[in-house]
């Protein structure tokens, strides 16, 4: 199946919002994680080393099933992102092994 990656900008002075919806966040990241969905996921980081983003690499059968769970997840429904992209990625250097 093919790869697709969420690059999340968070909007401006947003940090609080982040935080407050972590749990959720990370809850519904875990539930994809345990069905083999995502491939990895993690936070940009401001030139204070806060978050201001997310990097989200996930494997599903289409493009719209992506979009998909990046329109589900908890920071999406509560505003927290300025812009989401959605594209096809190609993992070449050190993909995880099968």
């Known amino acids: 199946m093919p790869l697709f990656s969420f690059v999340c900008t968070d909007k401006p002075n947003s940090l609080d919002l982040r935080m407050a919806t972590r749990p959720p966040h990370i809850e519904h990241l875990t539930a994809l994680n345990e069905k083999g969905i995502v491939k990895m996921a993690g936070p940009f980081l401001d030139g ?13 059968a289409t493009i719209e099933e992506a979009r998909a769970l990046a329109d589900a997840d ?17 993992w070449v250097f050190n993909p995880p092994k099968a």
């Not at 204070?48 to 599903?60: A, D, M, Q």
């Not at 920071?75 to 096809?88: I, S, T």
């Open 74 to 90: 908890p920071y999406a429904k509560a505003g927290l992102f300025e812009k989401v992209e959605v594209k096809p990625f190609n």
């Open 48 to 60: 204070e080393g806060k978050p201001n983003g997310s990097l989200v690499i996930v494997e599903t």
